[in-house]
């Protein structure tokens, strides 16, 4: 791989610990209820598989994949839908997991789209957010860390479609900050 992440963000021992503390709390909060946890791919991919397995209660799984814009390291504004549920979310109660909620267009328009299908509740759960960028209002439940606008590679997110694989989460060094 060329060498154009920098400095880890989130370390990997910080992530193992924090998301043990959001499968325990997500475990009490759902205890009882007709679970389904949905990823949002392809993002979220690596968070999910682990925020999955450190939840312990029966659930469903599945998964939706968005695109907004492939190439650019900021969201065009315009967010599709590539592939749809499996499950029927007819009175269920969803939780919606999110690699990072940066203005929050993404999450606001999964929660409006997935609410057509008559859940009994849908929340949001982001392993980050960027709280300072926020243009959208959307109520995100669970957040596992908030950061700095700063663009972040790694542990499933990418820069045009590279770095999902990197193990932890580090700074974008290219071209600076986002703005
Ligand atoms: P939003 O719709 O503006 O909240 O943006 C959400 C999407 O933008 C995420 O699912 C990511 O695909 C992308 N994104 C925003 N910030 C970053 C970042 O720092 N690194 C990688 N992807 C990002
Ligand atoms: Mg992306």
Same mark, same amino acid.
């Not at 990418?158 to 999902?164: F, G, L, M, V, W």
């Given at each position: 791989m060329e060498r154009i992440f920098g400095r880890p963000i989130v370390t990997q021992e910080e992530m193992r610990a924090r998301i043990r503390e959001l499968g325990k709390q997500i475990t009490t909060d759902y205890t009882g209820k007709d679970f389904v946890l949905v990823g *949002?791919?392809?993002?979220a991919y690596a968070f999910y598989a682990d925020?999955?397995?450190a939840i312990r209660i029966?659930?469903?799984v599945d998964f939706l994949m968005v695109t907004s814009d492939g190439s650019r390291a900021k969201t065009s504004g315009k967010v599709k839908m590539v592939?749809?549920?499996t499950e029927d979310i007819k009175d269920k109660d969803v939780l919606l997991v999110e690699d990072?909620?940066?203005s929050g267009l993404t999450a606001q328009y999964l929660v409006k789209t997935l609410a057509k299908k008559k859940p009994r509740s849908?929340? *949001?759960c982001t392993l980050l957010s960027k709280p300072d960028r926020r243009t959208n209002n959307v109520t995100i439940d669970y957040v596992g860390f908030k950061i700095p606008n700063k663009y972040v590679v790694g542990y499933g997110l990418?820069?045009?479609?590279?770095?999902?694989n990197l193990p932890y989460l580090a700074v974008l060094d290219i071209e600076?900050?986002?703005e």
């Open positions: *949002v791919l392809k993002g925020l999955a397995r029966p659930m469903r592939t749809e549920l990072i909620v940066d849908i929340k *949001v990418d820069y045009q479609q590279k770095y999902r600076g900050d986002q």
